[in-house]
């Protein structure tokens, strides 16, 4: 028995979910949805419903990255200071490539667990690290009939003249993006309209603008997709600040 093993085996084989929460000066932002999508992963990959008091009451007096675990056997409750990978994301941008998944959007498993933030992450970071050896800095996922999905760790989002878009998650069986949602919803105070599409890599390509949006990273604007450089746009500023960023 290796005594340095302080979790049970199986937590060690994905049996859990997780969430990722920006801390910010005025406490854990949207964390309120970040702990309803955590209750809704346990119960997609079938963990009991989670006693999350222990969250709600912390009281935290610093930034960062306040990052939730919950397994079988524990909820483990962490902060570590703010990426500044995400930051410099944040402001410069990201060169993307797209990749398709080998997934359908039509043809799924009934186990399927891709709409839960799983502990199963090897793929995602499996994912990025190709992407960093391809020389950019993420990737697209795409369906096998060439639906663009979600990227390994973030949202895609994108503007089409005045309409602000994101990937319906129930009909791609991805994981439903809090921060795409929340830009979402203040889409209409600066005059844009929200909506959820499906959508192909030749249309998104086609879209005025592209950003990867998550917790930590806000919003990552795409200036290189697959080799073509993309223009900055100035809606870029204009909808960080409205996310307070």
């Not at 979600?150 to 309409?163: F, M």
């Not at 949006?213 to 960080?240: F, H, K, N, Y």
Request: hydrophobic share 45%; aromatic share 6%; glycine share 6%.
């Amino acid at each position: 028995m290796n005594d340095r093993i302080l979790v049970a085996p199986t937590d060690l084989l994905g049996d859990g979910v997780f969430e990722t929460v920006h801390l910010r000066p005025t406490g854990p932002w949207l964390l309120d949805e970040h702990l309803a999508r955590l209750s809704r992963s346990a119960a997609i990959v079938g963990l009991p419903e989670p006693d999350l008091t222990p969250v709600r009451e912390r009281v935290f007096d610093t930034t960062g990255a306040l990052r939730i675990i919950y397994t079988r056997t524990l909820l483990d409750i962490s902060v570590s200071p703010f990426p500044e990978s995400a930051l410099r994301e944040r402001r410069a941008g990201i060169r993307v490539l797209s990749a398709d998944r080998g997934t359908s959007v039509r043809r799924r498993p009934p186990w399927s667990v891709t709409g839960a933030k799983s502990l199963s992450y090897a793929e995602n970071f499996a994912a990025r690290r190709w992407a960093t050896r391809q020389g950019v800095d993420d990737l697209i996922w795409l369906s096998s009939e060439g639906y663009v999905l979600e990227a390994p760790t973030s949202s895609v989002v994108w503007l089409t003249g005045d309409q602000l878009c994101t990937v319906p998650s129930a009909e791609a069986d991805i994981l439903p993006g809090i921060t795409a949602a929340h830009l979402l919803s203040l889409a209409p105070s600066v005059g844009l309209r929200p909506a959820e599409r499906m959508v192909t890599l030749p249309v998104l390509a086609a879209a005025d603008t592209i950003w990867l949006t998550s917790s930590l990273r806000g919003m990552a604007e795409v200036t290189e997709l697959d080799g073509i450089a993309r223009p900055r746009s100035p809606w870029t500023p204009r909808l960080l600040s409205l996310l307070g960023l």
